[in-house]
């Protein structure tokens, strides 16, 4: 009987192909969720199974035969593999470029999917007791014992073989003596723990009650809220829902927005749980990523933390999903297929029936919404764990104030005023480099990128300008571009700029700097990090990369430079961001028992939103901030789809677009409003030029008809092919 493999491949193509089975291969069998490689015109690249046919719409003479079926079992469920197929049709996204993100890279470039092992030597709990003493005649048994237990995830026989004496006498008598035991694992896997001691943090009513509510739910899919003020243990509740699903004998996904996040929670999930815990992130190596994938998909690992695109990783016995930080925009992808992380865990969980915890201290407008619908149950933690209390805020007004780099009289007194009392000062500004504008005084002339509709940043310290936007850099220049004058004047601020004021007005305070800049070389996030939480730092100054679950109870007083950017800017989302970055990073004072304050500098210390914002708190900001989405018919109260077009020549996605909206108005379209086309926000960037249609509608289910039946149409667009273009389904913003 005939056989036919239906594959997706990934490419930019909304379809699935058709192949013949591998040449001799007729007796075998190939299920749904394996990988197969497939020629595809004059080269051959790695497809994924989604069934088996008997019938084909393609003339049998032209079918190929695959070249192989790659795996003998299936690496994505049924269930996972429907899952993605609802997101290529939500997303309006080609069916295998969204499998492919499923995938880590090795797999996708057909790397062996079966996980490499080794022999490791662990201590046993007898091991760790034996007293010193008892190998004084065995030095080298007393040397293993040694090493064993100061590598806590176990020494590998292949490590021992790099040693230049015979080991393998020494290991056989610490075996026999029951010292030590020899597991098998995967290459790379850190050693299994024996179970913690330590005591576990007592619950407040308000953690326990959401630790309960979350597990009366296990085994079923509900979708819950947790809104936590800052400092209020979101964390301790995470761990200990872990905890219960690993009771269970089930799995856990545990997702972040970014890496620097990762280090302090990995840390606390190794302490507390007695199984490995699997990390998956761009921080790591393709081998790396690849075992953590792999591991949890044949349910060696029990629980897995990562970013955005761990979301897909297979579950062999799911049990649990939860997303920290919800609100933050980096779980939304931005490029190629543009899933959001956080909507994706909500619909899995549903379709694996199982809960998801979406977890925040300033949670998303949206989620808000869904709450107030009952599509979320709600969770709250409304005061900071243990004695601490919340901080203080204060408004300093600075107009007509004099400031030294950004950085009023009033706060320098309180930052002083902090340091001698031995306690951290945290700073921040969204800005890095030294200065965003370099402008000659003479004429006028002010730098700016090549590529890009953008100044270029001055970076001080390398004497360099730089775009931020297309990596574009060039040499400080002396003399003006256009007039030659030497009038050079440096414009604004950034965080180079306030580290030497800060350097030059605290010479005796010990000053860190975390932004993206300061953080390139691998390793110095986590030194920085790590010496506030030791107290060898003195003022923390940075970006939004201090803004997010970062632990300094050392920190009681946060300055931050300036607010007002956010008030008045044309984005419809501005708001809202500026709400939970100022929360967030308010969050990061006064953890402990000492209180903590937060001052804001404003020319506009009246503006209504800041004002309902500090006095009222984020819950009725929110609840303004929908009020005006309400009225504006705004999301969440109508569905986005926006259409981005770019190309090397001005006229060509502006054209591309103008036809794609002659096309939508001669389609059936139900109160669909169809906004431009328009330039982008930064209409040129990198060299290429890019326009944008926005398409509205207050029923989801009218936009994503229409939006089938336009892309259904778009290969009879000559345009297209001069184009290059997406669709963002839910976008996040207009850039």
């Keep these: 009987m005939l056989r036919i493999l239906r594959v997706a491949v990934p490419v930019p193509v909304q379809r699935t192909f058709d192949y013949l089975l591998p040449d001799n291969a007729e007796d075998l069998t190939a299920e749904p969720g394996v990988r197969v490689k497939v020629p595809f015109g004059r080269h051959h690249k790695v497809a994924y199974l989604l069934e088996t046919s008997d019938t084909t719409d393609v003339p049998?003479?032209?079918?190929?035969?695959?070249?192989?079926?790659?795996?003998?079992?299936?690496?994505?469920?049924?269930?996972?593999?429907?899952?993605?197929?609802?997101?290529?049709?939500?997303?309006?996204?080609?069916?295998?470029?969204?499998?492919?993100?499923?995938?880590?890279?090795?797999?996708?470039?057909?790397?062996?999917?079966?996980?490499?092992?080794?022999?490791?030597?662990?201590?046993?709990?007898?091991?760790?007791?034996?007293?010193?003493?008892?190998?004084?005649?065995?030095?080298?048994?007393a040397w293993l014992l040694a090493m064993l237990r100061r590598q806590s995830q176990g020494l590998s026989v292949a490590?021992?073989?790099?040693?230049?004496?015979?080991?393998?006498?020494?290991?056989?008598?610490?075996?026999?003596?029951?010292?030590?035991?020899?597991?098998?694992?995967?290459?790379?896997?850190?050693?299994?723990?024996?179970?913690?001691?330590?005591?576990?943090?007592?619950?407040?009513?308000?953690?326990?009650?959401?630790?309960?509510?979350?597990?009366?739910?296990?085994?079923?899919?509900?979708?819950?809220?947790?809104?936590?003020?800052?400092?209020?243990?979101?964390?301790?509740?995470?761990?200990?829902?872990?905890?219960?699903?690993?009771?269970?004998?089930?799995?856990?996904?545990?997702?972040?927005?970014?890496?620097?996040?990762?280090?302090?929670?990995?840390?606390?999930?190794?302490?507390?749980?007695?199984?490995?815990?699997?990390?998956?992130h761009s921080g790591l190596s393709d081998a790396e990523r690849c075992r953590a994938w792999l591991r949890m998909q044949c349910g060696e690992a029990s629980v897995l933390l990562g970013t955005r695109s761990a979301v897909f990783t297979p579950m062999r016995k799911p049990g649990l999903i939860i997303?920290?930080?919800?609100?933050?925009?980096?779980?939304?992808?931005?490029?190629?297929?543009?899933?959001?992380?956080?909507?994706?865990?909500?619909?899995?969980?549903?379709?694996?029936?199982i809960p998801v915890l979406l977890g925040s201290a300033t949670p998303s407008l949206e989620s808000y919404y869904n709450a107030a619908r009952l599509?979320?149950?709600?969770?709250?933690?409304?005061?900071?764990?243990?004695?601490?209390?919340?901080?203080?805020?204060?408004?300093?007004?600075?107009?007509?104030?004099?400031?030294?780099?950004?950085?009023?009289?009033?706060?320098?007194?309180?930052?002083?005023?902090?340091?001698?009392?031995?306690?951290?000062?945290?700073?921040?500004?969204?800005r890095r480099g030294f200065a965003p504008i370099l402008i000659c005084h003479a004429c006028g002339w002010v730098a700016q990128c090549r590529r890009c509709d953008a100044n270029l940043v001055v970076h001080a310290g390398d004497r360099r300008l730089r775009c931020h936007h297309c990596d574009y850099e060039q040499a400080l220049p002396v003399h003006c571009a256009l007039c030659q004058a030497e009038n050079l004047y440096q414009l604004g601020l950034g965080t180079e700029r306030v580290q030497q004021a800060v350097s030059r007005l605290f010479p005796e305070a010990r000053l860190a700097r975390v932004d993206r800049d300061s953080t390139r070389r691998k390793g110095s996030l986590e030194d920085a990090l790590g010496r506030t939480h030791a107290g060898t730092v003195d003022i923390l100054l940075g970006t939004q990369m201090l803004t997010k679950g970062h632990h300094f109870p050392h920190v009681t007083?946060?300055?931050?430079?300036?607010?007002?950017?956010?008030?008045?800017?044309?984005?419809?989302?501005?708001?809202?961001?500026?709400?939970?970055?100022?929360?967030?990073?308010?969050?990061?004072?006064?953890?402990?028992?000492?209180?903590?304050?937060?001052?804001?500098?404003?020319?506009?210390?009246d503006h209504p939103l800041l004002r309902l914002l500090l006095e009222k708190g984020y819950p009725s900001f929110a609840?303004?901030?929908?009020?005006?989405?309400?009225?504006?018919?705004?999301?969440?109260?109508?569905?986005?789809?926006?259409?981005?077009?770019?190309?090397?020549m001005q006229e060509a996605p502006k054209r591309f677009l103008q036809r794609t909206k002659t096309l939508i108005q001669g389609l059936p379209r139900r109160h669909i409003d169809v906004l431009g086309p328009v330039p982008a926000p930064m209409a040129r960037q990198a060299g290429r030029y890019h326009y944008q249609l926005l398409l509205q509608c207050n029923h989801r289910a009218h936009l994503h008809v229409l939006l089938g039946r336009l892309l259904a149409q778009f290969s009879t667009l000559k345009e297209i092919r001069r184009v290059r273009w997406s669709v963002d389904v839910d976008p996040v913003d207009l850039y």
């Design 557 to 605: 007083l946060v300055g931050i430079l300036d607010v007002d950017a956010a008030l008045y800017s044309v984005d419809y989302r501005a708001h809202e961001r500026m709400a939970q970055q100022i929360i967030q990073v308010a969050g990061r004072a006064g953890r402990e028992d000492k209180p903590g304050t937060v001052v804001l500098q404003t020319r506009h210390p």
């Design 323 to 353: 997303l920290d930080e919800e609100h933050d925009v980096a779980f939304k992808q931005q490029e190629g297929f543009r899933f959001s992380a956080r909507d994706v865990a909500v619909i899995r969980a549903q379709r694996l029936h």
């Design 375 to 430: 599509r979320y149950q709600p969770l709250f933690l409304p005061d900071r764990a243990g004695h601490a209390r919340p901080p203080v805020f204060r408004l300093l007004d600075v107009r007509n104030q004099p400031l030294d780099e950004g950085l009023s009289a009033g706060l320098l007194a309180m930052t002083a005023q902090t340091l001698a009392r031995g306690e951290q000062v945290l700073l921040f500004l969204n």
């Design 159 to 280: 490590a021992l073989a790099t040693l230049e004496w015979n080991w393998r006498p020494v290991v056989t008598s610490l075996h026999k003596k029951g010292l030590i035991r020899i597991v098998e694992q995967a290459m790379g896997q850190v050693g299994e723990k024996a179970a913690p001691h330590q005591p576990e943090i007592q619950l407040n009513a308000a953690q326990m009650s959401a630790v309960a509510s979350v597990s009366a739910a296990f085994g079923a899919y509900r979708a819950f809220l947790l809104e936590g003020v800052t400092g209020s243990g979101k964390t301790e509740v995470y761990t200990r829902l872990v905890q219960t699903v690993l009771d269970r004998g089930e799995q856990a996904i545990v997702l972040l927005p970014e890496i620097s996040l990762m280090r302090q929670l990995e840390a606390r999930f190794r302490e507390r749980f007695a199984v490995s815990v699997a990390v998956f």
């Design 60 to 141: 049998l003479t032209g079918l190929k035969p695959a070249t192989a079926i790659l795996d003998a079992r299936p690496l994505l469920s049924k269930a996972d593999l429907e899952l993605l197929r609802w997101l290529s049709r939500y997303y309006h996204h080609p069916i295998g470029e969204v499998i492919n993100t499923a995938f880590p890279s090795l797999l996708r470039r057909g790397g062996c999917a079966v996980l490499q092992r080794e022999k490791t030597l662990l201590l046993t709990d007898t091991g760790h007791l034996a007293a010193a003493d008892q190998f004084q005649r065995a030095p080298r048994q």
């Design 623 to 648: 609840k303004a901030a929908l009020a005006e989405r309400k009225t504006a018919n705004l999301p969440p109260y109508s569905y986005q789809a926006l259409l981005r077009a770019e190309a090397g």
